[in-house]
């Protein structure tokens, strides 16, 4: 039986996106959003002109800055997803410089939606030989590869991402809540060995 490869392909991120991502963001703050976990982070910060605007140069420094929710889903929605859709299933007008980052977490959001479905819709018109033919000179170092592997490279950027997404959401919720760990009371009839 022959393989399904583009439904394989948008099932990956299908099912991550439902199952574990997008739930993991459910109640997601402003303050949790803009957190700065320690000096010096990667934002989306308000410009005077009332846009806002993602920190970031190219080549980005090593090691490179740490980055908060905002800049994550941002990079997220933006370049990985946003860009990607803008150029293989729109009108290509997808314009990192220009773009009004989302400075709210529900703004965060709705743009993270916008693009995955954006990307989501385009990967359900491909065929196989879609798949096959090469990504094209807008894509740098991917330029030559097949699409299949752009969409691959996608899905392992969106997994990758998102999971430092949620370690965050988990540190600002251990933080703002001023836990910390520490070993669990003995149990009700339980003796000290040392005692």
Known sequence: ????????????LDWYWTNQFRPRLAGLTDDEYLWEPVAGCWSVRPTSGGRHVCDWVWP???PPPVTTIAWRIAHIGGPVLGM????????????????????????GLDFLDRHHAAWAAG????????LAR???PAEGPFAAYPLA????HINREVHHHGAEVALLRDLYRASAAGTRWAPPAPHRGETNPDS
């Open 1 to 12: 039986m022959p393989v399904d490869w583009r439904s394989e392909l948008v099932a990956q």
């Open 60 to 62: 980005e420094p090593s």
């Open 84 to 107: 990607r859709a803008s150029r293989h299933f729109g009108d290509g007008s997808f314009d990192l410089d220009t773009v009004d980052w989302p400075g709210t977490a529900a703004a």
């Open 123 to 130: 990967l359900a018109t491909l065929d196989e030989d879609d």
């Open 134 to 136: 090469p990504c094209g």
């Open 149 to 152: 592997a752009l969409v691959l």
